[in-house]
């Protein structure tokens, strides 16, 4: 077993890497499911990540505290929602006419769409790692809300992973290799999307946990 601290200066803790990965297939499966309706998915992953770090902390890492994070996530979320999924509708119609040749200026527009995509993808995945941070830790009763109102805390969080985008450069890098290892795996298997979203989870969780450190 490893050792391992979170950022708010919580001791190492002797970590199990079987348990860890099994909590993140089953935290990843539920995420997808969260994630379905798309504008969904900043609250889903935002659950996620606090999840994981509740499980690296020795923490309640129940389904029923995934659950009651993904509620108090939903809240201030819809804005960043509605513009995750739209920009994944014109991600996916870009590809997908860029494959039948039907793409005008395909040789411009097309790595442009990877590049924004994968620049997005980054940020979101940073913001929703930082929603975390917005909580007051309580052993007892779970994540107990910022008294801040819902919307304020996701625009904290994604002024933050903007300056941490810049700041933490290699951390970018690190996300980004993630999500290049995740398209590879969809591509090599098409049945191991289901295990993408623990594995994108567990990297914003890693890369958040190694930047505020």
């Not at 029923?64 to 994944?88: D, E, M, Q, V, Y």
């Not at 119609?93 to 793409?103: D, E, F, S, T």
């Not at 951390?171 to 979203?197: E, H, N, T």
């Amino acid at each position: 077993m490893s050792t391992i601290g979170t950022s708010t200066g919580t001791p190492g803790i002797p970590v199990n890497r079987f348990a860890l990965f099994s909590e993140t297939i089953l935290a990843g499966v539920i995420v997808l499911l969260l994630s379905v309706p798309l504008v969904t998915a900043p609250a889903a992953y935002a659950a996620g990540v606090a999840h994981l770090e509740r499980h690296l902390s020795g923490r309640d890492d129940s389904l029923r505290s995934l659950w009651g994070n993904f509620r108090k996530a939903l809240p201030g979320s819809w804005k960043l929602g509605i513009t995750t999924a739209a920009a994944a509708v014109v991600i996916v119609l870009n590809l997908l006419l860029a494959l039948v040749g039907q793409l005008p200026g395909r040789a411009a527009i097309l790595p442009a769409t990877v590049i924004l995509a994968a620049a997005g993808a980054v940020l979101l995945l940073r913001t929703t790692a930082n929603w975390s941070g917005q909580l007051a830790w309580n052993e007892d009763e779970g994540d107990v809300p910022a008294d801040v109102p819902g919307t304020q805390r996701w625009a904290a969080a994604y002024a933050g992973a903007k300056s941490d985008s810049l700041r933490d450069w290699s951390g970018s890098l690190l996300l980004l290799a993630a999500l290049l290892m995740a398209v590879v795996f969809v591509w090599m298997l098409q049945a191991l999307f289901v295990i993408v979203p623990g594995t994108l989870v567990l990297a914003a969780a890693a890369i958040k946990i190694r930047s505020h450190r």
